[in-house]
C-alpha cells in the first residue's frame, strides 16, 4: 500500500482513516492504462518490480496499517499522482 491521504490527518492520533493506493506484483496489472504506475523493484524496499493501482483508491483504518517499508522517490510519487489525476478524471 501506498499512503497518499494528507500528512496533517495521517499525524493526527485520533484521525483513524487512512487513504492508500495498492500495490500489486502482477504484470498483467501494468498493462491496464494511465491509471497503473510501475514501480521499480528496489524502490521504497519493494522486492520486484510492482504497480500502483491508482484506479483502487481504499480508506483503510489506521491500525492496519502496521509497517512503514520504505518511501518512495519523489519522481514516482509524481506518477502516481497523475495516476489518481486520470482514475478521477481530476486536472
Known amino acids: ?6 500528512d496533517g490527518f ?3 492520533p485520533g484521525w ?15 498493462k491496464r ?3 497503473v504506475i510501475e514501480l521499480p523493484g528496489g524502490a521504497a524496499g519493494l522486492p520486484k518490480t ?3 493501482v491508482c484506479h483502487q483508491v481504499a480508506t ?9 517499508i ?3 522517490p519523489a519522481e514516482s510519487l509524481r506518477e502516481v499522482e497523475e495516476g489518481l489525476k ?4 481530476l486536472s
Request: a positive charge; hydrophobic letters at 35%; aromatic letters at 2%.
Open 50 to 52: 510492482s504497480f500502483a
Open 16 to 30: 483513524r482513516s487512512m487513504i492508500v493506493v495498492p500495490i500489486s506484483t502482477s504484470t498483467s496489472k501494468g
Open 60 to 68: 483503510l483504518d489506521r491500525t492496519k496499517l502496521t509497517k512503514r
Open 33 to 35: 492504462g494511465p491509471t
Open 70 to 72: 520504505g518511501v518512495l
Open 86 to 89: 486520470a482514475s478521477m478524471d
Open 10 to 12: 495521517n499525524q493526527t
Open 1 to 6: 500500500m501506498i499512503l497518499v491521504s494528507n
